[in-house]
């Protein structure tokens, strides 16, 4: 069974300051990854995705994760943190044959502080 | 844009009531699914639908059930609403191996 852990329930940065949240993943094969962001009273927004190919990708707002099968990981970064980004993030993890049954982790609460 | 919307933002109902939640998307998706949001907990698959008239139990199916009879829609019901039931419920869609789209969710407080 697919698998998902976010280690860190809450994390604080200030603004301007660089952030990495971490994700770890349990999965047969090679996964489809994801991460997204909800907003207060939201509904949850893709920020970026990994299907295959380059282990880096590139996302909305600024945002970059990477994968590293090693290791088991697709963790989440930002060089630079804004104060619009305190948010709740969630990792995810989804089968390579389709279908779209994704398993979330327990999400990360950011915090910025000014 | 696709558009996922949820009919109801909030939603207080009583203990045994039957509920109904409903959920639209106007992307012609053939995937729609129904999560549950706790704290703590993350998102959990209530029940997934790859077509219409057909569904599929995610991971918490108990105590509720899913009508799909157009493509577009997608409704969850509650046969008789439970404390335990209090969640923030999250509808998405999706082609057939691409991203879920997500609405803005319901919170449903049964008392």
């Known amino acids: 069974a697919q698998s998902v852990t976010q280690p860190d329930i809450h994390i604080t940065v200030s603004e301007g300051a660089s952030l990495e949240l971490r994700c770890n993943y349990s999965y047969g094969a090679t996964p489809y990854l994801f991460w997204y962001v909800q907003s207060p009273g939201q509904g949850l927004q893709l920020l970026l995705k990994?299907?295959?190919?380059?282990?880096l990708v590139q996302g909305i707002k600024g945002f970059e994760a990477e994968f590293k099968r090693s290791q088991s990981s697709f963790n989440l970064r930002k060089p630079s943190v804004h104060w619009s980004d305190a948010a709740e993030y969630f990792c995810a993890v989804g089968p390579t044959g389709g279908g779209n049954k994704l398993t979330f982790g327990t999400g990360t609460q950011l915090k910025v502080e000014l | 844009d696709v558009k996922v919307t949820q009919s109801s933002r909030y939603l207080v109902k009583r203990t045994g009531e039957k509920v109904f939640l409903e959920c639209v998307q106007d992307?012609?998706?053939?995937?729609m699914f129904w999560y549950r949001q706790d704290p703590g907990l993350g998102l959990r698959l209530i029940y997934f639908s790859y077509d219409v008239k057909m569904k599929e139990k995610g991971d918490i199916p108990e105590g509720y059930s899913v009508s799909r009879e157009k493509k577009e829609r997608f409704s969850l019901i509650l046969e008789s609403a439970s404390t335990n039931q209090t969640s923030m419920y999250l509808c998405?869609?999706?082609?057939?191996?691409?991203?879920?789209?997500f609405g803005n969710g319901t919170r449903l407080t049964v008392t």
């Open positions: 990994y299907f295959s190919g380059d282990t």
């Open positions: 992307m012609d998706h053939e995937n």
């Open positions: 998405a869609s999706s082609l057939r191996v691409s991203p879920l789209h």
